[in-house]
């Protein structure tokens, strides 16, 4: 690594159940969106350098060890430094949002004396905006930009030279300085302070009452919890959206194109989200995740796409910011997603697996779920013969995708068996187009001279997201089509003991470039290995996975040469690690509760 390079696993989350914050282990926040995780960032340096906007707080001097970890179960985040003359610490955290959205920084002295300094450089839209500085009455200070205002208040006097807002201290043993900064829009009278000592004591008893609840008592128990809370982090409290992360263009290849905004809540994981969250004991999130999908996709399912706002918003228009340098000088550095527009016929039956899921696990209905699967069903049959962009949202030509047309048969599969007893016709329609879709996978996406699925028709290459043929229930896990699967992919697509989702050099998708391992494909071959009765094998994989974590235990999207690479922290990767922890654990897991389910009420299971 050359100096001045940044790491991704060198950052830290910090978040209020409305937006989140990137925290570098130097105590640099360098990544903050507000008021909500896809609004533009007051903090940009992450893409960017400091003049892009960011928040030191850091001795003055040279630091000899940095260590740092969450406070138990909690996402509040201690970072310890030891310099020459003693240890301090910075306690970093964002209250649970009520009226305001505060970033707090409580430092604490450990041993003997540390001069310390805090620098702060507010820069709204995305770090291009300077604000205008002016006084509060109550002693703070407002910094104001268009939409935005921020109110800082410091334990020390604030110094402002235009361009940052500067404190020096010095910090002794058994002392404690708070620093906090509020965002509130502009037209409005900056929110009442809080006290930030009361505000760290509220925050650690919700984030624990919160854990306590998490019903996973089996292995990796530590790895599981760290990654339900950051699931928990992800989610929009008022509206119960999941991001994909709280980042946007962070790189899938050093210095690469493959640069994308994250910021925006998939349908397409919403079964395995559902049910993870489920069986770990979080019935209140997987109940507002499910009342997310339904408002997300009310009115007519032509005007269903892949991903949306946390409000549930479907316009996300993909632009550059060319002010902005790139993580490492990855460019273009990207905000919006353009995929947000494509054809994915997978969502559909992405969301009809999830409405069963839920409907069998009692949640409540909302309006007529009826009329909703109806609905789904009968644009899906109009759609499913046609070529999509796949699940891996390919800007090349649309192709027949084998995952897709999969998704297609689960998705009449489950209409099938949602009318199943209440309208037989439905029942017995949508079992034929099950059928019928089936058929045509087995004819027209299984190399039978190979003995593998490909990725699409006519092609010869392969996707790891055929992976989930037996996640669904497609074919059992013990099939002999499935078994050559996995061995072409272990093949041909594992490098250095991961799973990369394509070979890019076969696949036109439109991009170019290289990308690193998908961390989510490998945990999907985890599954396939445990419902094959492979544990060993499982288990070795998983811990391979665990052990790509940072420090604090966080994952990215993908990893490579030893690095973690793309948005970060990555739910998808999280979501993952969580349901093959379940499904190690115990018999019954989301692969075997969604696969085997998938199969068991109708009978067409050989073919």
Same mark, same amino acid.
């Given at each position: 690594?050359?100096?001045?390079?940044?790491?991704?696993?060198?950052?830290?989350?910090?978040?209020d159940g409305e937006t989140a914050a990137l925290v570098h282990r130097s105590g640099s926040i360098e990544w903050l969106c507000m008021p909500r995780f896809d609004?533009?960032?007051?903090?940009?340096?992450?893409?960017?350098?400091?003049?892009?906007?960011?928040?030191?707080?850091?001795?003055?001097?040279?630091?000899?060890?940095?260590?740092?970890?969450?406070?138990?179960?909690?996402?509040?985040?201690?970072?310890?430094?030891?310099?020459?003359?003693?240890?301090?610490?910075?306690?970093?955290?964002?209250?649970?949002?009520?009226?305001?959205?505060?970033?707090?920084?409580?430092?604490?002295?450990?041993?003997?004396?540390?001069?310390?300094?805090?620098?702060?450089?507010?820069?709204?839209?995305?770090?291009?905006?300077?604000?205008?500085?002016?006084?509060?009455?109550?002693?703070?200070?407002?910094?104001?930009?268009?939409?935005?205002?921020?109110?800082?208040?410091?334990?020390?006097?604030?110094?402002?030279?235009?361009?940052?807002?500067?404190?020096?201290?010095?910090?002794?043993?058994?002392?404690?300085?708070?620093?906090?900064?509020?965002?509130?829009?502009?037209?409005?009278?900056?929110?009442?302070?809080?006290?930030?000592?009361?505000?760290?004591?509220?925050?650690?008893?919700?984030?624990?009452?919160?854990?306590?609840?998490?019903?996973?008592?089996?292995?990796?128990?530590?790895?599981?919890?760290?990654?339900?809370?950051?699931?928990?982090?992800?989610?929009?409290?008022?509206?119960?959206?999941?991001?994909?992360?709280?980042?946007?263009?962070?790189?899938?290849?050093?210095?690469?194109?493959?640069?994308?905004?994250?910021?925006?809540?998939?349908?397409?994981?919403?079964?395995?989200?559902?049910?993870?969250?489920?069986?770990?004991?979080?019935?209140?999130?997987?109940?507002?995740?499910?009342?997310?999908?339904?408002?997300?996709?009310?009115?007519?399912?032509?005007?269903?796409?892949?991903?949306?706002?946390?409000?549930?918003?479907?316009?996300?228009?993909?632009?550059?910011?060319?002010?902005?340098?790139?993580?490492?000088?990855?460019?273009?550095?990207?905000?919006?997603?353009?995929?947000?527009?494509?054809?994915?016929?997978?969502?559909?039956?992405?969301?009809?697996?999830?409405? +069963? /899921?839920?409907?069998?696990?009692? !949640?409540?209905? &909302?309006?007529?779920? #009826? =009329?909703?699967?109806?609905?789904?069903? %009968?644009?899906?049959?109009?759609?499913?013969?046609?070529?999509?962009?796949?699940?891996?949202?390919s800007r090349g030509p649309r192709k027949h995708f084998v995952h897709s047309k999969v998704m297609c048969w689960c998705g009449f599969d489950r209409a099938a068996?949602?009318?199943?007893?209440?309208?037989?016709?439905?029942?017995?329609?949508?079992?034929? +187009? /099950?059928?019928?879709?089936?058929? !045509?996978?087995? &004819?027209?996406?299984? #190399? =039978?001279?190979?003995?593998?699925?490909? %990725?699409?028709?006519?092609?010869?290459?392969?996707?790891?997201?055929?992976?989930?043929?037996?996640?669904?229930?497609?074919?059992?896990?013990?099939?002999?089509?499935?078994?050559?699967?996995?061995?072409?992919?272990?093949?041909?697509?594992?490098?250095?003991?991961?799973?990369?989702?394509?070979?890019?050099?076969?696949?036109?998708?439109?991009?170019?470039?290289?990308?690193?391992?998908?961390?989510?494909?490998?945990?999907?071959?985890?599954?396939?290995?445990?419902?094959?009765?492979?544990?060993?094998?499982?288990?070795?994989?998983?811990?391979?996975?665990?052990?790509?974590?940072?420090?604090?235990?966080?994952?990215?999207?993908e990893a490579g040469g030893g690095r973690l690479l793309g948005n970060f922290p990555q739910a998808l990767s999280h979501l993952s690690l969580v349901t093959t922890?379940?499904?190690?654990?115990?018999?019954?897991?989301?692969?075997?509760?969604?696969?085997?389910?998938?199969?068991?009420?109708?009978?067409?299971?050989?073919?």
């Open positions: 690594m050359s100096e001045g390079e940044k790491r991704i696993e060198d950052y830290a989350l910090i978040g609004s533009e960032a007051c903090f940009a340096a992450l893409l960017g350098d400091d003049e892009n906007g960011c928040w030191h707080m850091r001795p003055e001097g040279e630091v000899r060890r940095t260590s740092r970890r969450y406070l138990g179960d909690t996402l509040i985040l201690e970072t310890e430094f030891e310099t020459a003359s003693g240890r301090v610490a910075v306690i970093d955290f964002m209250p649970i949002r009520g009226v305001a959205a505060d970033v707090m920084r409580i430092v604490e002295g450990r041993e003997g004396e540390v001069a310390m300094r805090s620098d702060l450089a507010p820069r709204f839209d995305f770090g291009q905006l300077h604000p205008l500085v002016r006084p509060c009455s109550d002693g703070r200070v407002l910094a104001i930009a268009g939409p935005d205002a921020i109110a800082l208040r410091f334990a020390e006097e604030v110094r402002f030279d235009d361009r940052w807002f500067s404190s020096r201290f010095t910090i002794r043993k058994g002392e404690r300085r708070s620093f906090v900064m509020t965002w509130f829009p502009a037209h409005e009278r900056p929110p009442e302070p809080v006290d930030a000592e009361q505000a760290l004591a509220d925050t650690r008893a919700y984030w624990e009452s919160w854990i306590a609840r998490a019903s996973y008592r089996g292995p990796y128990r530590k790895e599981t919890l760290r990654s339900l809370i950051t699931l928990k982090a992800l989610i929009h409290r008022p509206t119960g959206g999941m991001v994909a992360a709280p980042t946007a263009s962070l790189p899938e290849m050093p210095g690469g194109v493959r640069n994308w905004d994250y910021r925006f809540c998939w349908l397409r994981d919403s079964t395995f989200t559902l049910l993870a969250l489920l069986q770990a004991g979080m019935g209140e999130e997987a109940e507002a995740w499910l009342g997310w999908l339904r408002r997300a996709i009310a009115g007519e399912p032509i005007d269903v796409q892949p991903f949306y706002t946390v409000g549930g918003d479907r316009r996300m228009y993909e632009w550059e910011a060319d002010w902005l340098a790139g993580f490492n000088g990855a460019r273009p550095v990207r905000f919006g997603n353009a995929a947000a527009s494509q054809c994915q016929l997978d969502v559909y039956g992405e969301v009809l697996d999830t409405l +069963l /899921a839920g409907d069998r696990h009692g !949640l409540k209905r &909302e309006g007529d779920s #009826d =009329a909703l699967v109806r609905m789904l069903a %009968a644009k899906l049959e109009g759609e499913w013969r046609h070529p999509d962009s796949g699940i891996w949202e068996q949602w009318f199943d007893g209440s309208d037989p016709d439905l029942h017995r329609h949508y079992r034929e +187009l /099950a059928e019928e879709a089936k058929a !045509l996978v087995l &004819e027209r996406g299984y #190399d =039978a001279e190979r003995n593998t699925f490909v %990725a699409a028709f006519g092609e010869e290459g392969l996707d790891a997201a055929t992976l989930r043929l037996p996640l669904v229930g497609f074919l059992p896990a013990d099939d002999p089509r499935i078994a050559g699967t996995v061995a072409a992919i272990e093949r041909e697509l594992m490098r250095d003991g991961l799973v990369h989702r394509y070979s890019p050099e076969k696949s036109d998708d439109g991009v170019g470039g290289d990308e690193g391992a998908f961390l989510a494909t490998s945990f999907w071959l985890a599954d396939v290995y445990v419902l094959q009765g492979r544990l060993d094998e499982a288990r070795k994989l998983f811990e391979r996975l665990c052990g790509l974590a940072n420090d604090i235990g966080l994952l990215s999207e922890a379940l499904n190690l654990g115990r018999g019954g897991g989301p692969a075997q509760e969604r696969g085997v389910g998938g199969r068991s009420r109708h009978e067409g299971v050989s073919a």
